[in-house]
């Protein structure tokens, strides 16, 4: 029997070096591959399944919510980028520029999109003419570049894909209202469906999107106790649109700017997923996530002739339930199919020999640790069924579970600088809203204000220098 694949089971132990482990079980899993240019990759079929799962969940509630989807130019004109300054000045040291086209000089230098702001409002100034035509509700799914100095694979790469949401209101109340919409979508998708609990705030000045009044977050904790900004919904105010000259005339005749928001999540949570969830085994995914939800393993012996079809009719039975995928290769044994099985997060292996298709039955284990158990055939759907519901529950349980464990709070900068060591999470403290103080913790600590708590009043005094609390702000070191 041949085996020229190299051994599943060669990666790190999670606990003892966790940054290898991460990119082996992302190279292991086939998930992605470093591309032959610095700071990109290739993410790979089952990778990419991950990602079309998350953006079709997406899809389909963002149409629910009366979002459209559109393209708009991979390039931005310079003179384009450089109309809001504050947002130009974030971007700028990430930009990638287009200098020459075919063999002519460009007249004006073309920026890759690093986002894309700046070419879509200069549409919007020539699509909206009224308060009629408003909102527009309007998002793209594509891929930016920014020129990262630093990569890793999903977590920073030079390109990756997303999607960004861009939309036009009448009113800052409904800009508002759309950011915490999206917010909530986000908030769903990371919990409900990915299994990952969040802290839901809105970032301090200085962390916000750069040129956006405000920016909504979702912040998750993963096990070696780093916070990862897991998506963000940004409450553009009105910047952008006198930046682009984009207005409207109201019902009261008069002209007005519109108000702006955008927002996106990326292939980043795929990065997310393998920190929050994965294991000394390799990756561990939700049911709802993966690609395949049930992986069937023939074990062949004597009776092979009637172990195979047998595997193949529950194949096709459980395909119009369930994504299911039969491992009938003949080149790899039973143990290393369980190997590499489990190394790519299946949530449920199915194993059915000679004896099981004799009695009607098939050997259940469980990814995330449970017993094998013996399951009859008949009604094996509906058990399988209840299965994937009972670990997409657990997988949820153990990281909020996790996340709850790794919170703290602190009254003094001297508290504040012994919890970050000790809690190694989340450390909530009162801010009087003063940028040096903030410039202290960060320096005292090594931690970034991750989020401050929605519609949450503080009380108690700002642990750098003792005026009244204004807000509470949760700190963390963060990827």
């Known amino acids: 029997m041949v085996q020229d694949r190299q051994s599943v089971t060669q990666i790190p132990k999670r606990d003892e070096n966790f940054s290898e482990w991460y990119t082996q079980v992302a190279l292991r899993a086939e998930l992605a591959d470093y591309a032959p240019i610095k700071g990109f990759m290739a993410i790979r079929p089952y990778g990419y399944a991950i990602w079309e799962a998350i953006q079709a969940w997406l899809d389909r509630r963002f ?23 504050e947002h130009v000045e974030g971007f700028a040291p990430q930009v990638a520029w287009v200098t020459q086209g075919g063999d002519e000089q460009l007249s004006e230098r073309l920026a890759v999109r690093p986002t894309s702001e700046a070419i879509i409002l200069p549409m919007y100034a020539k699509w909206i003419q009224s308060y009629r035509d408003l909102p527009v509700l309007i998002l793209q799914w594509n891929s930016v570049v920014r020129w990262e100095k630093s990569t890793r694979l999903f977590l920073r790469t030079a390109e990756f894909l997303w999607h960004e949401g861009h939309t036009a209101h009448r009113t800052a109340e409904e800009a508002d209202q759309e950011c915490r919409l999206i917010l909530g979508i986000y908030k769903e998708l990371l919990e409900d469906v990915l299994a990952i609990p969040v802290l839901v705030g809105i970032k301090p000045p200085r962390e916000r999107f750069a040129g956006a009044d405000n920016t909504y977050t979702l912040e998750a904790l993963m096990p070696d106790g780093q916070a990862i900004q897991a998506g963000t919904s940004h409450y553009l105010g009105q910047k952008f649109a006198k930046a682009f000259n984009v207005k409207f005339l109201d019902s009261d005749n008069q002209e007005k700017y519109i108000w702006s928001t955008s927002w996106a999540v990326s292939t980043r949570l795929i990065g997310t997923l393998i920190m929050a969830h994965g294991d000394d085994h390799g990756l561990m995914l939700p049911p709802k996530i993966a690609p395949y939800q049930i992986v069937i393993v023939p074990i062949l012996g004597k009776d092979d002739g009637k172990v195979l079809p047998a595997a193949k009719d529950l194949a096709k039975a459980l395909g119009t339930r ?102 190694k999470g989340f450390v909530r403290v009162g ?37 009244s609390a204004r807000v509470f702000v949760y700190y963390a070191r963060a990827y």
């Open 431 to 467: 801010w009087c809203e003063t940028q040096s103080c903030e410039d202290t913790i960060r320096e005292k600590t090594g931690a970034s204000p991750r989020a401050i708590p929605l519609d949450t009043k503080a009380t108690g005094a700002c642990p750098v220098c003792g005026k």
């Open 322 to 423: 369930f994504r299911v995928k039969l491992d009938d290769r003949d080149a790899y044994t039973p143990g290393w199919k369980f190997n590499e099985w489990e190394l790519r997060g299946v949530p449920v292996r199915l194993e059915i020999g000679p004896r099981d298709v004799t009695g009607r039955k098939a050997v259940l284990v469980r990814r995330t640790g449970g017993a094998k158990e013996t399951v009859s055939l008949d009604g094996i759907a509906d058990r399988i069924g209840r299965v994937l519901d009972e670990i997409q529950a657990e997988m949820f349980r153990r990281s909020k579970t996790y996340l709850d464990s790794h919170m703290a709070e602190a009254s003094s900068l001297d508290d504040l600088v012994r919890k970050m060591e000790q809690v």
């Open 63 to 85: 149409k629910e919510t009366g979002h459209m989807n559109a393209y708009f130019p991979l390039l931005l004109p310079e003179s384009l980028l450089q109309k809001e300054a």
